[in-house]
């Protein structure tokens, strides 16, 4: 992430580094670092995906920690974090389950809060799975469940 050198008298020279440390993958190209920092590099380490506009990094790696601790009391974690062209949000959990966000991220934390709430006592445990779920609504949200195969 840097280096530093500094010269010590009267024939030394030190030498300071400080390495990035990954906190996700930006799309397929990049890695983001801790400090929402974007830098070429790969790992196999399994990492969530970070998907959004040029510019945006640190916004989205604020958000990630911001989201992951909301969504904690459920016990999965967060593994995309998509800011579409539009700015809106949406996340892909570690449950299989999709939430959409909208727009408003700081709204958003209250509808999580809401939604983190109702889910182990009222859907966690449903006869029909659900795999999208909508948070863009400010008194509710909406499930999508897939259509029954007969």
Same mark, same amino acid.
């Given at each position: 992430r840097r280096a530093w050198v500094r010269r010590v008298w009267p024939d030394r020279l030190e030498v300071t580094l400080e390495e990035h440390v990954a906190l996700a993958r930006w799309g397929d190209d990049a890695l983001i670092n801790?400090?929402?920092e974007?830098?070429?590099?790969?790992? &196999?380490?399994?990492?969530? #995906?970070?998907?959004?506009p040029a510019g945006t990094e640190s916004e989205v790696a604020r958000r990630y920690a911001v989201f992951s601790q909301a969504l904690a009391p459920l016990?999965? &974690?967060?593994?995309?974090? #998509?800011?579409?062209?539009?700015?809106a949000w949406q996340l892909r959990l570690g449950n299989g389950l999709h939430l959409m966000l909208g727009r408003d991220a700081d709204a958003a934390q209250?509808?999580?809060?809401?939604f983190v709430a109702v889910y182990r006592p009222a859907l966690e445990r449903t006869v029909r799975p659900h795999e999208y779920i909508d948070l863009r609504y400010p008194n509710g949200f909406a499930l999508r469940v897939p259509q029954l195969k007969g």
């Open positions: 801790t400090y929402g974007r830098f070429a590099a790969r790992s &196999d380490a399994a990492l969530p #995906v970070f998907v959004a016990g999965t &974690d967060v593994q995309w974090v #998509v800011l579409t062209p539009r700015l209250e509808r999580l809060r809401r």
